[in-house]
Antibody, heavy 117, light 107 residues
Framework: EVQLVESGGGLVQPGGSLKLSCAAS????????MHWVRQASGKGLEWIGR??????????AYAATVTGRFTISRDDSKNTAYLQMNSLKTEDTAVYYC????????WGQGTLVTVSA | DIQMTQSPSSLSASVGDRVTITCRAS??????LNWYQQKPGKAPNLLIS???NLQSGVPSRFNGSGSGTDFTLTISDLQPEDFATYYC?????????FGQGTKLEIK
């Protein structure tokens, strides 16, 4: 059974940093691209970025709204993807999901990030 | 970026009804269109992946069609568990983008 479990969310002040983790199991993590998607309360889904697999050079891509502030990485030995978020803004407040692949049949349960003073 | 426009943004229907949700891309995405269902407090659930493939376990009353820029999700014989929010997503190019969602409510 595929499982994706996000962790690391919480309350952070504007300008602060937070690092989310996405622990994966039940599939060949090293061969999968991993994506991050967020959803503000009562709003729609926003793709944040992705990291490809080793054979694809661990290539990353980001949404314009987070470029330069967020960084996606992965540790294939730990079957874990990460989202490092710096210079956080109040508008970054959302539930953050990790997702396997571009046609996402597998999502985590989400972790809430609240950016507030 | 490719813009995805869904309509309507909300929809009221009754159990047993047939409803259609449309999704339009700002440029051709071939058939790289996914449909998701999301219920409150839950992650999105993939219903249909390209090219209009129904995911395992998804009832056959869900049907996706279209190509190019215009797509539809049709739900026949609505059941109580179908009342949720639906999103389209293009997976043709990065960044993958979502429609704004269609909230399907009980009339």
């Amino acid at each position: 059974e595929v499982q994706l479990v996000e962790s690391g969310g919480g309350l952070v002040q504007p300008g602060g940093s937070l690092k989310l983790s996405c622990a994966a199991s039940g599939f060949t993590f090293s061969g999968s691209a991993m994506h991050w998607v967020r959803q503000a309360s009562g709003k729609g889904l926003e793709w944040i970025g992705r990291i490809r697999s080793r054979v694809n050079g661990y290539a990353t891509a980001y949404a314009a709204t987070v470029t330069g502030r967020f960084t996606i990485s992965r540790d294939d030995s730990k079957n874990t993807a990460y989202l490092q978020m710096n210079s956080l803004k109040t508008e970054d407040t959302a539930v953050y999901y990790c997702r396997r692949g571009v046609s996402g049949s597998d999502w985590g349960q989400g972790t809430l990030v609240t950016v507030s003073a | 970026d490719i813009q995805m426009t869904q309509s309507p943004s909300s929809l009221s229907a009754s159990v047993g009804d047939r409803v259609t949700i449309t999704c339009r891309a700002s440029q051709s995405i071939s058939n790289y269109l996914n449909w998701y269902q999301q219920k409150p407090g839950k992650a999105p659930n993939l219903l249909i992946s390209p090219p209009s493939n129904l995911q395992s376990g998804v009832p056959s009353r869900f049907n996706g069609s279209g190509s190019g820029t215009d797509f539809t999700l049709t739900i026949s014989d609505l059941q109580p568990e179908d009342f949720a929010t639906y999103y389209c997503q293009q997976s043709y190019t990065t960044p993958d983008t979502f429609g704004q969602g269609t909230k399907l409510e009980i009339k």
